[in-house]
């Protein structure tokens, strides 16, 4: 399996909203509404912030949402905060139990 | 609350093997699953395989079939990854990570990650 595609950074000023995308294939992200979000700091374990395409975990906040279109799933990070400088990573159910995660997205707050 | 601690940090030489273990609490282990991803050093998430803890099936990475193995001990809420015929590039972090049997949806919580160095 390739990974996603996503874009190697993006960046955003306080209080603006960002968009990252995660293209995959009709045999992943196109075929399931399985697709995952994740944020990682610098040396610290992942934390899931939305899973099937647009739903929040307990505890995660709803400046963060996320949507899907064909191939392509999106992360949107609303009211953008210090805190939120981080990479995130999709991931997608690929079918046959396996799992596909993307490139991950530096996200810079300015 | 759902924890997951895992084995401390690990240095091999080319061609040996490393057994990673990620022991879970707070939750009822037989009805979850457990992942392992791993990450090099500056690089990207990559799934590796699963284990569905509540009857020992398993599932890999077409990448490491045939080098890694998953396996559980019920008895002691445990997962355990091992990768074999270790080369450089396998030197990276390598998480657990707890997922649903059914649905497939997510990830949460992870371990706090295994450093695992790879070097003569």
């Known amino acids: 399996q390739s990974a996603l595609t996503q874009p190697a950074s993006v960046s955003g000023s306080p209080g603006q909203s960002i968009t990252i995308s995660c293209t995959g294939t009709s045999s992943d992200v196109g075929s399931y509404n399985l697709v995952s979000w994740y944020q990682q700091h610098p040396g610290k374990a992942p934390k899931l912030i939305i899973y099937?395409?647009?739903k929040w975990p307990s505890g995660v906040s709803n400046r963060f949402s996320g949507s899907k279109s064909g191939n392509t799933a999106s992360l949107t990070i609303s009211g953008l905060q210090a805190e939120d400088e981080a990479d995130y990573y999709c991931?997608?159910?690929?079918?046959?139990?396996?799992?596909?995660f993307g490139g991950g997205t530096k996200l810079t707050v300015l | 609350q759902v924890q997951l601690v895992q084995s401390g940090a690990e240095v091999k030489k080319p061609g040996a093997s490393v057994k990673v273990s990620c022991k879970a609490s707070g939750y009822t282990f037989s009805n979850y699953a457990m992942h392992w991803v791993r990450q090099a050093p500056g690089q990207r998430l990559e799934w590796m395989g699963w284990i569905n803890a509540g009857n020992g099936n398993t599932k890999y990475s077409q990448k490491f079939q045939g080098r890694v193995t998953i396996t559980s001990d019920t008895s002691a809420s445990t997962t355990y990854m091992e990768l074999t015929s270790l080369r450089s590039e396998d030197t990276a972090v390598y998480y657990c990570?707890?997922?649903?049997?059914?649905?497939?949806?997510?990830?949460?919580?992870w371990g706090q990650g295994t450093l695992v160095t790879v070097s003569s």
């Open positions: 990570a707890r997922g649903p049997i059914v649905m497939y949806n997510w990830f949460d919580p």
């Open positions: 099937e395409v647009s």
């Open positions: 991931c997608s159910y690929a079918g046959n139990s396996t799992w596909v």
